[in-house]
């Protein structure tokens, strides 16, 4: 079996094959396509014939997914009828998961059990996200250990397909880089002898240790995720018949475990300047890199050139402080690794360079920008809409039996009793004995308590940070903010915060909970640049809209601007076209419904700024000398105030 | 799994080891809060100690497990007082329960619920102990507690506080006693802990992955060996673990004996003034925790040393929170005890 013939999707596949319950899952990222659908037909084809295979939809519920009382059946047979769970059919299986991104953390939380139960099963999760933070709960990334994009770009369909006539799917992903002939998809021979061979592939720990250091340059804190490389590799080597771990499979776990959770940029070990992510879009972002951005890539340059070859050997965390949230002087690699032999050496330094090479781009321009990804954050994200269990009580009303519902006794007796006597008419009929319950209860009977749910409120502050906005106005900003989340404790409510400048928007900080988090963005918050008012106010009704869609919560957007726009939709000059953009994205966030408040915040009021309000139906409160009080005050009684 | 990862293999982590170890000492501590990235061995440590302690008697036929020599006071569930009117009671022995409270979990599975099997099949109303009974005189552990959704919060404070479990929905009415102790974990970074939460746990630590590559190369290792053959890996370790098993006997026997002298008590108020804790439970903790401590370690009083150990596990997370002051908790207590008692 020659793994280097195949994507890294299927790579990763084959790997999982071989050691399900070592690597514990995949995280395909990707939407549906033909592609997806050969890569799990050729997994399926290479598992041995009885290994279980189940598909979970996203609603199931816990009686489907943990087993338990089949409630309709029940009430129909009038005894009690068991129906097995869905994680215990699949023991020692695959659990596929479709739409991952769109899980809960109470699915994701119970699939994380089961996964530590030791059941032996593996989860092939589909995360068909497609915004950066939109990605399963962290919970359930953790345990997968291995990742993949599936792009259609990386395939083309070989001759093979058509030559054979063979109308398997798997002829079409030989890579288009790849001189190597298509190889056959794995048979299940070959994946019992690899397993076969599992047992036999020694610890190395020179090996374990390449992959320790590369995963501690990247930035991965879990030992877990060390846990599953290591086991990506011991797998690899059992796959090519080899009785010990190569440099290539350390250097493959790296690619297909490592890299695509790197939350930091590792010095290249050879002293390299930055190697640019070899797609065109990072081309397209490099010449319209603002200044400050590219001072910052020479001051890393710089860094990386003098830095300390030990420390870069031994893959420090990078130099600077921003991409390597944890960076206190106790992650200091110690003394007992600065007497690592060359060999060793060379090793880890091919390892962490493979694994930079694999940094998908995307991440590598986040990590490069400074801004440390946070996918999958919030345990509620993604949540679907579940009904309430505590609040206001509503009308019962009726239903099914689904996961945290509560059923409403009085009413669903209330619905059961007229029928009573006919239904015992009914059994006679059709000649059943008389029944031994009390009540003749029908599934139709049922009805649920229903409550108002407590709503939650993102308040998203988007901020202007271009080069009008005078510095201490950007303090303001994050003085509020920073109030605001201290109430969040007592509140429960969330804060995000967008920013704009030069070019166009970022998130800074999708909507959040933590305090640390929020004060880590807030303290990397850049100025300077021109003022592109369009993208922010795109920027912001994207997200609101999101938010409100997926947690069905109330969103506050809190705009603190001078309104002076300069930058066009397109990214071009102009002040005329850029106050039309401005206006016309305003429009939009009326439209639908966004609440929002505009502080602003030149030094006399802005009739520019009145207009924009106005178009966006925002409350308008100008603070020609705010203090970060004064701002909260403003916010707090916007955000307190009851829905329009 | 059959067998559980052994807890003195646990590489490092020598603060968390210490605070469960406390906890399984002198439940009164109020439970444990374990803060820090996944994938640090929380989990791992909390099932290692279900197969470290000692089996507990219980009451046979009772469905909560309750204790055998206790008061038959107004305290007794109605297993127990069903039970104890009639014979004399037989025993069981039985492993002390380690539950996982999942996330997501529904409200009828952790307080309990109407058994609607035999509601169904014998038109009975019986009532189905839910996790709060399975976990009394055990422990309860929830992972990501800052996820957990809100009412069950509040709910596990309620029960936590008063140590029994009160229901009172779908025509059933009944207590039953739920003594456990609980122990969360989480992450910070991906949201907070709301303070009245916090407040309930008694001791707080926080867990880090080893810096040290040899340290992290030790981890894989040892969880290659386990891995490849965890009978052996056990047998291994089954001489630490009996040590660990016969300190906690010793120093629950010890605990009785061993009392805090009025000087240490002074110390200890001392310290949370000079912090600024809410509440006088940190006082309480302080004490409790120090008084575990010198029992593990056999000494014959609590000193100011043992005072110094438990700190800041035990008042870290009770300080206000400044959301503009940077600096740890941590730091500000220590810096407080090395102004204080130095």
């Not at chain 1, 992903?173 to 002898?193: I, K, N, Q, R, Y």
């Not at chain 1, 610890?203 to 290591?230: F, H, K």
């Not at chain 1, 994200?381 to 609040?391: H, I, L, M, T, V």
């Not at chain 2, 035999?118 to 005189?137: C, D, N, T, W, Y």
Request: proline share 6%; glycine share 8%.
């Amino acid at each position: 079996m020659v793994l280097s013939a195949w994507p890294p999707a299927w790579q990763a596949a084959w790997l999982l094959a071989v050691d399900p319950v070592g690597l514990g899952g995949l995280v395909l990222r990707g939407g549906a396509s033909p592609f997806r659908d050969a890569l799990l037909a050729d997994l399926r084809q290479a598992l041995p014939p009885a290994t279980p295979w189940r598909r979970l939809p996203l609603n199931v519920d816990d009686e489907r997914l943990l087993g338990g009382l089949d409630l309709g059946l029940s009430l129909a047979a009038g005894r009690p009828v068991h129906q097995a769970g869905l994680l215990a059919e699949a023991a020692g299986g695959v659990v596929v998961l479709p739409m991952a991104e769109r899980a809960d953390a109470g699915l994701a939380g119970r699939l994380a059990a089961q996964l530590e139960a030791g059941a032996g099963m593996c989860v092939v999760a589909l995360d068909e996200g497609l915004a950066e933070d939109e990605t399963l709960p962290a919970a359930l990334t953790e345990r997968l250990g291995l990742m993949a994009t599936l792009t259609a770009t990386a395939m083309v369909p070989q001759e093979r397909a058509a030559a054979s006539g063979s109308t398997s799917a798997s002829a079409l992903t030989a890579p288009a880089d790849s001189t190597a002939p298509p190889a056959p998809p794995m048979t299940v021979a070959e994946v019992l002898a690899a397993r076969a061979r599992l047992a036999a592939v020694p610890c190395d720990a020179e090996v374990v240790q390449a992959l320790c250091a590369t995963a501690a340059a990247l930035g991965l804190n879990s030992m877990r995720t060390v846990w599953q490389a290591w086991c990506a590799a011991r797998a690899a080597a059992a796959l090519a018949g080899r009785e010990a771990v190569h440099q290539a499979d350390a250097e493959l776990a790296a690619r297909l475990v490592l890299a695509p959770r790197a939350r930091a940029l590792p010095q290249a070990a050879d002293g390299d300047a930055q190697q640019t992510p070899p797609d065109a879009s990072s081309a397209a972002s490099d010449a319209n890199e603002s200044p400050e951005k590219e001072q910052d890539s020479e001051r890393r340059r710089e860094a990386d050139a003098d830095a300390d070859a030990d420390a870069k050997a031994e893959g420090a965390p990078d130099a600077d402080p921003r991409n390597d949230p944890r960076n206190d002087p106790r992650n200091e690699p110690s003394d007992a690794s600065r007497h690592a032999e060359t060999s060793v050496q060379a090793l880890q330094d091919q390892t962490l360079a493979a694994a930079r090479a694999a940094i998908p781009p995307g991440l590598l321009e986040s990590l490069a920008g400074g801004v440390p990804r946070t996918g999958g954050g919030s345990g509620r994200k993604g949540a679907p809409a579940r009904p309430a269990q505590s609040g206001r009580p509503l009308t019962p009303r009726r239903g099914p039996m689904r996961r945290g519902s509560r059923i409403d006794l009085l009413a669903t007796l209330r619905a059961a009793v007229p029928w009573q006597r006919l239904r015992e008419a009914e059994r006679a009929q059709q000649g059943l004995p008389p029944a031994t319950t009390a009540l003749l209860l029908r599934r139709d009977d049922l009805h649920l308590k229903r409550f108002r749910r407590p709503q939650e409120t993102t308040t998203v502050f988007v901020v202007d940070a271009s080069g009008s906005q005078a510095m201490s106005r950007l303090a303001e900003a994050k003085g509020a903010v920073e109030l605001l989340l201290a109430d969040c404790y007592v509140r429960r409510d969330r804060v995000a915060l967008l920013a704009f400048r030069g070019a166009g928007a970022e998130l800074l900080l999708s909507p959040t909970r933590s305090l640390a988090r929020a004060r880590r963005a807030l303290s990397s918050l850049p100025g300077g640049g021109g003022t592109p008012l369009a993208a922010g106010i795109e920027a912001a009704w994207l997200l609101g809209c999101r938010v409100q869609a997926r947690e069905g919560g109330r969103v506050v957007l809190v705009f603190l601007t001078d309104a002076r726009a300069n930058i066009a939709r397109d990214g071009s000059g102009g002040r005329l076209q850029a106050a039309q953009d401005a206006l016309s994205a305003a429009r939009r966030l009326r439209t639908d419904g966004l609440r929002s408040l505009l502080i602003d915040t030149s030094s006399r009021p802005e009739p520019a700024a009145l207009v924009l309000a106005q178009a966006m139906g925002a409350r308008y409160v100008p603070l020609p000398h705010g203090q970060a009080a004064q701002v909260y005050a403003a916010v707090s009684a916007a955000v307190s105030a009851p829905a329009v | 799994m059959s067998t559980p990862y052994p807890f003195s293999a646990l590489v490092g982590q020598d603060e968390m080891k210490r605070a469960i170890l406390i906890a399984a000492v002198e439940p009164a501590i109020g439970g444990l809060l374990v803060l820090g990235d996944r994938g640090t061995g929380k989990s791992t440590a909390v099932r290692a100690l279900a197969a470290l302690l000692p089996k507990m008697r219980a009451v046979q036929g009772c469905r909560y497990h309750c204790d055998p020599d206790a008061s038959t006071a107004a305290a007794a569930c109605e297993d127990c007082a069903r039970l104890k009117s009639g014979t004399r009671i037989k025993t069981d022995l039985l492993p002390v329960p380690v539950v996982d409270l999942p996330l997501g979990a529904s409200e009828d599975r952790v307080l309990g619920a109407l058994d609607l099997e035999r509601a169904l099949s014998q038109g009975v109303k019986v009532f189905e102990p839910g996790l709060l009974a399975k976990a009394h005189r055990g422990f309860l552990y929830i992972d990501e507690v800052n996820l957990l959704e809100d009412h069950l919060v509040d709910l596990l404070i309620d029960v936590a506080a008063s140590g029994e479990n009160l229901i009172e929905r779908e025509g059933l009415s009944l207590r039953h006693p739920a003594r456990f102790v609980l122990i969360g974990s989480g992450n910070p970074e991906e949201g907070e802990l709301r303070p009245q939460l916090q407040d309930r746990f008694g001791l707080s630590v926080e867990v880090r992955t080893p810096s040290d590559i040899g340290q992290r190369v030790e981890v894989v290792r040892r969880r290659d060996a386990y891995e490849r053959d965890p009978a052996a890996f056990h047998a291994q370790w089954a001489k630490a673990d009996a040590r660990v098993r016969r300190q906690i006997l010793q120093a629950r026997e010890r605990l009785t004996g061993l009392t805090v002298g009025d000087d240490v008590l002074h110390r200890a108020a001392e310290l949370c003034v000079a912090v600024q804790s809410d509440g006088l439970r940190g006082e309480l903790t302080l004490m409790r925790a120090a008084r575990a401590l010198a029992a593990l370690e056999g000494d014959a009083a609590v000193t100011l040393d043992h005072l110094r150990e438990v700190a800041v596990p035990a008042l870290r997370h009770r300080l206000r929170r400044n959301p503009l002051d940077d600096t740890a908790s941590g730091e500000r207590i220590e810096r407080a005890v090395t102004e204080l008692w130095c």
